[in-house]
């Protein structure tokens, strides 16, 4: 009997386990879309990031050979600095974000950290080194401590505490029944866009890779919890390496730097106040913006 029992009980282990490697897989597939025919070179060397300089250097990829979707993509990162890119849907920006990850391989150009081809270093090292904030976070159905815990499970408590504090959850953490041990998901605690934002700013802090990629949000959140996630990113941001990949311009306003792209190439590029002035596409996404938050807001104000 013992002996049935300790096969079964690790089975359940293993099951458990393995869905919840599952889980986080089958997601982080749907989130960036792997390729899995990339493949380490044989003699590949661990990345190096120090301060995470990152360069695309005439970049050109198509998912299909006969369909180009970025074009002679030239643009630098330097350490510590936030770049922006911002451009209408379709036009490209989520895939920089899968190349940067190596989810697949350019057709021509390189793209370098901190002058190393990512072609020639191991994936492994290359993924350590970058965080995720994706649009839509995953959580599991665990306590919050585990969902921001995930991802560096063996962290000392005061560290988790200390990425929570600095993400901006403290405040609401308290409010919650049980704070950190509350249970999320289906029979737990529904947890709002923002907060689901500041959880995964958390997990990363724990994670403290030097270059972030922020895929921001397509939804608009509320203004309080919108507040609440500016202050979390500007937390995240600091004396990091940073790729925001905008679709709400009102995120991205402090950013060193914003590349506008269009049908994969980088048709304007500047600070906010200079793309403004320039009054080119940046411009028009930006007045376009503020119309449909008008537009929101008078919808809000009827319905209130
Ligand atoms: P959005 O703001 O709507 O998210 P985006 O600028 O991030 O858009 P991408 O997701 O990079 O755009 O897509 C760029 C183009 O590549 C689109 O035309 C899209 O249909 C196409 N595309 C994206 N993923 C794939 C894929 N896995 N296979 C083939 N084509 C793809």
Redesign the pocket.
Known sequence: MIQLFIPLNFLGFVYREIRQALVSIERMFRLL?TNEAVVDAPDAVPLQPDGGELRFDSVAFG??PE?T?LRDLNFTVHPGQTVAIV??????????A?LLFRFYDVNEGRILINGQDIRDVTQESLRRAIGVVPQDTVLFNESIYYNIAYGRPDAPREAVLDAARRANLQGFIDRLPDGYDTRVGERGLKVSGGEKQRIAIARMLLKDPPILILDEA?SALDSHSEQAVLAALAAATVRRTTLA?A?RLSTIMNADAILV?DQ?RVVEQGTHVQLLAAGGLYHALWQQQQHSLDRDASEQGRAD
Do not use: D, N
């Open positions: 879309e998912y299909q369909r979707i451009g209408p849907s379709g036009a490209g920006k989520s895939t920089i899968r397509t990949i679709h792209l994969g």
